[in-house]
C-alpha cells in the first residue's frame, strides 16, 4: 500500500511568487491534514479536511495561503504571493477516521522563499 | 494556551542503554497522546496513541505511558539500537477532530 506522497520535496521561489503544494493521502483515507513547520519550532496544525470539505482551518495564516482537496482525493495549497516567513517544511498526513486514528505523514515539501 | 513541552531537547546514550523522554501538556479539550519518531528529511510515523483512559501502550521496544491527571507522558526506549536515532515528537489530540498539538521533540542519538 502507498504511503502519502508530497510534491514537490523540494521548492525555492523569490519572495512574491506563487507556490502550489500537492498532497496524495492514502487510498480510501477521508482526512485529510495539512501541517507546518518553520525552523526552530514545533510543527503546527493548518487545516483539515473530511473529503472534500474543510472541518477545520483554524491553523491558516492567513489569506495568502489556500488550501483545496476538488473531489475529496489529493489536496493542494498554494501559498500566493510567498513572504520571507514562509518558508519552512510543509507536511501533509491522511487517516480513515478522525479523533484518535493514525495520521500518516508524508515526507514533507521543503519550502525556500528568498 | 494549547501547548507540549518536551524534556530533555537531546539526549546521547550507548547502544544497548535504556532511556526515558518526558513530556508535559496543556491541551483542552484533550482527547488523546500520541508520540512520533521523525528521522531527519523525513516525515513522522507513529509509535503510540493512547487515549486518555489508557496508563500505558508498548510498542515492541517502545513504552509509552499516561497520567491524565497530571498530564504528563513519557517514552521509554528499551535495549537502544544506532536505528533509534532520531527526533521523538510527543504529540496531543485536542477534541474529537484529530488536530494535534505538537511538542519540539527530543533529539536522541544513539552512539556504537
Known amino acids: 500500500e502507498a504511503g502519502v506522497t508530497q510534491f514537490p520535496s523540494h521548492s525555492v521561489i523569490e519572495k512574491g511568487q506563487t507556490v502550489t503544494l500537492r498532497c496524495d493521502p492514502i487510498?480510501?483515507?477521508?482526512?485529510l491534514y495539512w501541517y507546518r513547520r518553520v525552523m526552530g519550532k514545533e510543527i503546527k496544525f493548518l487545516l483539515h479536511?473530511?473529503?472534500?470539505?474543510?472541518?477545520?482551518e483554524s491553523g491558516m495564516p492567513n489569506n495568502r495561503f489556500l488550501a483545496e482537496r476538488t473531489g475529496g482525493t489529493y489536496s493542494t495549497l498554494k501559498v500566493q504571493p510567498a513572504e520571507l516567513e514562509d518558508s519552512g517544511v510543509y507536511f501533509c498526513a491522511s487517516s480513515q477516521g478522525a479523533g484518535s486514528g493514525t495520521q500518516y505523514f508524508g515526507p514533507g515539501t521543503r519550502l525556500l522563499v528568498l | 494556551k494549547n501547548q507540549v513541552e518536551q524534556s530533555p531537547q537531546s539526549l546521547i546514550i550507548l547502544e544497548g542503554k535504556n532511556c526515558t523522554l518526558q513530556c508535559n501538556y496543556t491541551v483542552s479539550p484533550f482527547s488523546n497522546l500520541r508520540w512520533y519518531k521523525q528521522d531527519t528529511g523525513r516525515g513522522p510515523v507513529s509509535l503510540t496513541i493512547m487515549t486518555f483512559s489508557e496508563n500505558t501502550k508498548s510498542n515492541g521496544r517502545y513504552t509509552a505511558t499516561l497520567d491524565a491527571d497530571t498530564k504528563q507522558s513519557s517514552l521509554h526506549i528499551t535495549a537502544s539500537q544506532l536505528s533509534d536515532s532520531a527526533s521523538y515528537i510527543c504529540v496531543a489530540g485536542s477534541s474529537n477532530t484529530g488536530k494535534l498539538i505538537f511538542g519540539q521533540g527530543t533529539t536522541l542519538q544513539v552512539k556504537p
Open positions: 487510498s480510501g483515507h477521508d482526512n
Open positions: 479536511f473530511v473529503k472534500e470539505s474543510k472541518q477545520d
